[in-house]
């Protein structure tokens, strides 16, 4: 064996997840905010999911319609997995103590409760650099924890209908219309993530910690990002366009085939030439209608029709493999064929986990790639399931667990 060989083989042995060495404190439920810690566990995180034993824990657990066995929905597996369970009701003024220690031991704290809940359970860094100097402190909430909607409810749909979202999906003769997906949820999440992230490099290199926040509002509103700078530099509202077009480059848009729908996106001038020779149309090109952006929007609507007719005559399966490499497309697929595309399944960007009970299940994988190896693959903890075990990490007694046991602080 070469020396190199054994250089390589000795970095694979050594390497580890990029966040094996963090510690969270996760004080969440339902989406958002733990579908950003579950980013961090997949890579690596220890993520320490604290749930009140007195009031079932993460409502996710109960979202239906689909349950591996009674109080375990596969909603919260699908957000929870690689993560530890640690029954905790901080409500109870003997929790503090419990909340301490477990600060003292982690890196970070990451909540997403109303705005006005983590300064009432003592979650920010004011409340806890006392007991750890680093403690970095990431907050997600719904409209922030200052300014006047600090104690309002929120949920994604609602940020989708304020922001202008609904403005902007769907048919332009149709009711207004929602992602549907959580979007918002998704990217606040990832958002989270990202902050308590950066609020981790600072405090390693200064040592000391901060509270970093993130709103489901505010992230709905920073998606609007290129329509937001046209209306507000240039005062242009835009409005829903058919087809799902783009509102200045065309063609990128759905279009028909012989046998139902196909998305183009030549959102790059090289690829109009590109279409227009996989169609056997090379006199477009020359076309004074169709020769740039600004000509093609112009005539949008006619040259639709005309690419429709020039779809008409083969598949969308026949016209995905005419244009592969060369010609940006895509199938517009149902949830079935999104999932069963061997793109999905041999390549992957499926996960499989083992349920104690039900046995194997599957799940969308983590789309960050690691070359330290793949991410962990434990499934979403029982209730309280780690709650002794980190506890007696802590030095904790048998005795002192019983007792807060029985005192349903735990």
Same mark, same amino acid.
């Given at each position: 064996?070469?020396?190199?060989?054994?250089?390589?083989?000795?970095?694979?042995?050594?390497?580890?997840?990029?966040?094996?060495?963090?510690?969270?404190?996760?004080?969440? *439920?339902?989406?958002?905010?733990?579908?950003?810690?579950?980013?961090?566990?997949?890579?690596?995180?220890?993520?320490?999911?604290?749930?009140?034993?007195?009031?079932?824990?993460?409502?996710? #657990?109960?979202?239906?319609?689909?349950?591996?066995?009674?109080?375990?929905?596969?909603?919260?597996?699908?957000?929870?997995?690689?993560?530890?369970?640690? $029954?905790?009701?901080?409500?109870?003024?003997?929790?503090?103590?419990?909340?301490?220690?477990?600060?003292?031991? =982690?890196?970070?704290?990451?909540?997403?409760?109303?705005?006005?809940?983590?300064?009432?359970?003592?979650? $920010?860094?004011?409340?806890?650099?006392?007991?750890?100097?680093?403690?970095?402190?990431?907050?997600?909430? =719904?409209? %922030?924890?200052?300014?006047?909607?600090?104690?309002?409810?929120?949920?994604?749909?609602?940020?989708?209908?304020?922001?202008?979202?609904?403005?902007? $999906?769907?048919?332009?003769?149709?009711?207004?219309?929602?992602?549907?997906?959580?979007?918002?949820?998704?990217?606040?999440?990832?958002?989270?993530?990202?902050?308590?992230?950066?609020?981790?490099?600072?405090? #390693?290199?200064?040592?000391? %910690?901060?509270?970093?926040?993130?709103? !489901?509002?505010?992230?709905? !509103?920073?998606?609007?990002?290129?329509?937001?700078?046209?209306?507000?530099?240039?005062?242009?509202?835009?409005?829903? !366009?058919?087809?799902?077009?783009?509102?200045?480059?065309?063609?990128?848009?759905?279009?028909? $085939?012989?046998? %139902?729908?196909?998305?183009?996106?030549?959102?790059?001038?090289?690829?109009?030439?590109?279409?227009?020779?996989?169609?056997?149309?090379?006199?477009?090109?020359?076309?004074?209608?169709?020769?740039?952006? *600004?000509? #093609?929007?112009?005539? #949008?609507?006619?040259?639709?029709?005309?690419?429709?007719?020039?779809?008409?005559?083969?598949?969308?399966?026949?016209?995905?493999?005419?244009?592969?490499?060369?010609?940006?497309?895509?199938?517009?697929?149902?949830?079935?064929?999104?999932?069963?595309?061997?793109?999905?399944?041999?390549?992957?960007?499926?996960?499989?986990?083992?349920?104690?009970?039900?046995?194997?299940?599957?799940?969308?994988?983590?789309?960050?790639?690691?070359?330290?190896?793949?991410?962990?693959?434990?499934?979403?903890?029982?209730?309280?399931?780690?709650?002794?075990?980190?506890?007696?990490?802590?030095?904790?007694?048998?005795?002192?667990?019983?007792?807060?046991?029985?005192?349903?602080?735990?």
């Amino acid at each position: 064996m070469s020396e190199a060989e054994c250089k390589a083989i000795r970095s694979a042995k050594d390497a580890v997840l990029p966040l094996e060495s963090i510690r969270v404190i996760a004080v969440e *439920q339902y989406g958002a905010g733990p579908f950003g810690t579950m980013f961090l566990a997949d890579l690596g995180a220890e993520v320490i999911k604290v749930e009140n034993p007195n009031d079932g824990g993460d409502m996710a #657990r109960d979202v239906g319609p689909f349950f591996f066995e009674e109080h375990d929905s596969v909603f919260f597996h699908s957000f929870n997995r690689n993560k530890k369970s640690l $029954t905790l009701d901080l409500t109870k003024p003997e929790s503090v103590v419990v909340l301490h220690d477990l600060v003292r031991s =982690a890196d970070a704290l990451s909540s997403n409760l109303r705005g006005d809940v983590p300064e009432k359970l003592g979650l $920010t860094y004011e409340h806890l650099k006392i007991h750890n100097p680093k403690i970095v402190c990431a907050h997600l909430s =719904a409209y %922030g924890r200052k300014g006047p909607r600090t104690n309002w409810p929120g949920y994604d749909y609602l940020m989708q209908a304020e922001a202008g979202f609904l403005s902007l $999906t769907g048919d332009p003769d149709g009711p207004p219309a929602r992602f549907g997906l959580s979007m918002v949820d998704f990217m606040t999440g990832v958002g989270l993530a990202y902050a308590l992230v950066a609020g981790l490099i600072s405090a #390693r290199s200064t040592g000391i %910690g901060q509270d970093l926040d993130i709103s !489901l509002f505010d992230v709905a !509103l920073s998606n609007m990002n290129y329509l937001a700078a046209w209306y507000l530099n240039e005062g242009e509202i835009q409005h829903r !366009l058919p087809r799902s077009a783009h509102p200045s480059l065309t063609p990128s848009q759905l279009y028909r $085939t012989k046998d %139902g729908w196909i998305f183009i996106m030549c959102n790059k001038e090289k690829f109009w030439p590109a279409l227009c020779d996989a169609l056997n149309k090379p006199e477009w090109k020359e076309n004074d209608k169709f020769k740039n952006f *600004q000509n #093609r929007l112009a005539h #949008r609507d006619q040259l639709t029709e005309t690419i429709d007719h020039a779809l008409s005559d083969r598949s969308t399966e026949d016209w995905l493999k005419i244009f592969a490499g060369n010609v940006p497309a895509a199938p517009v697929n149902d949830l079935m064929q999104a999932l069963e595309n061997p793109f999905v399944t041999d390549h992957g960007r499926l996960q499989m986990l083992k349920h104690p009970s039900r046995g194997d299940y599957r799940l969308v994988a983590n789309p960050v790639r690691s070359s330290a190896g793949e991410t962990p693959s434990r499934p979403a903890p029982t209730l309280g399931q780690h709650t002794d075990e980190i506890l007696r990490e802590l030095n904790y007694s048998e005795t002192n667990i019983s007792k807060l046991r029985a005192g349903k602080v735990i």
